[in-house]
C-alpha cells in the first residue's frame, strides 16, 4: 500500500523529489506546502501547494509523511531549519532512496535522506538525518556523514572519513581515507584533501585556465 507524502519546496529540487518518489518509492506525493510568504500559486506539479503555517490542518501528520525538498542554501542551514520545523510539527520525515543505488550498510540510513542513482555507498557506512547524496557518488567503508549535508554528483570519499554537520561538498571532490571535516566546511568542486579539514573551512580546487594557444591551432582535433 502507498503512503501519502507531502513536499516542503516548489521549486526545481521539489519537482525532482516529486519525480523520484513518484517512480521508484512506495510513496504517492499528494501535495507540496511553502511558507505563506512564498505562496505565489496554489499548484504545483499539477498538485495543490498550502501554506507550511496550515499544513497540519490539511494533510496531518497522523496519515501524511513530509519531505523537505531544498538545497545547501546558506551552508544547508535552511535545509536543517525546516526539517526541524517538520518534526516539530509531529511529521514523519521521509528519505528517498534510489533502486539504481548500490546500499550495503544495512540501510544505516536516517530520515529526510535523498540519495540518488548510481551512488555506492559500502559497508559499515552511518548517515545521518536530511543528507543528499546526489547521483554518482562512492562514500567509503566506515565512513559517517553526520545530519544536514549535501554531496554533489562524482564526489569520492574515501574509507574511514567523517564529515561534520552542515558541510557542502562540490562535484568530484576526493577526499583520502581516515580524515575528520569539520562542521560547516565547504570543499569545492575538484578538491583533494589529505588531511583533517578544520570546522567552517573553505577548499577551492584549482580552476583550468584558458591556454594561449586558441583551438583552431591545434591540428589534431
Known amino acids: 500500500m502507498k503512503k501519502y507524502l507531502v513536499i516542503f519546496g516548489a521549486g526545481d529540487i521539489a519537482q525532482l523529489a516529486h519525480y523520484y518518489f513518484s517512480t521508484d518509492s512506495n510513496y504517492k506525493v499528494v501535495a507540496f506546502t511553502v511558507d505563506a510568504a512564498y505562496l505565489t500559486s496554489t ?35 535552511l535545509r536543517k531549519e525546516k526539517y526541524l520545523a517538520g518534526k516539530a510539527k509531529g511529521y514523519k520525515l521521509a528519505s528517498f532512496i534510489s533502486s539504481r543505488a548500490t546500499i550495503l550498510n544495512e540501510s544505516r540510513i536516517g530520515e529526510n535522506c535523498f540519495i540518488l542513482e548510481d ?10 538525518n536530511n543528507v543528499t547524496l546526489w ?20 564526489v569520492v570519499i574515501s574509507g574511514g572519513v567523517e564529515v561534520g554537520q552542515q558541510c557542502f561538498i562540490g562535484v568530484n571532490a576526493t577526499l583520502r581515507d581516515h580524515i575528520k571535516i569539520g562542521e560547516r566546511c565547504v570543499i569545492g568542486a575538484g578538491a583533494l584533501l589529505l588531511a583533517d579539514a578544520e570546522p567552517e573551512g573553505l577548499y577551492v580546487g584549482a580552476a583550468t585556465e584558458r591556454s594561449k594557444v586558441p583551438s583552431t591551432k591545434l591540428r589534431k582535433i
Open 43 to 77: 499548484s504545483f506539479c499539477e498538485l495543490p501547494v498550502v501554506a507550511f503555517e496550515e499544513l497540519v490542518e490539511h494533510y496531518p501528520p497522523e496519515r501524511y509523511e513530509l519531505f523537505i525538498a531544498l538545497s545547501y542554501s546558506k551552508l544547508n542551514a
Open 119 to 128: 551512488n555506492t555507498v559500502q559497508p559499515f557506512v552511518t548517515i545521518g
Open 135 to 154: 547521483s554518482g557518488n562512492h562514500i567509503g567503508h566506515h565512513s559517517t556523514l553526520m545530519d544536514h549535508c549535501f554531496i554533489a554528483s562524482h
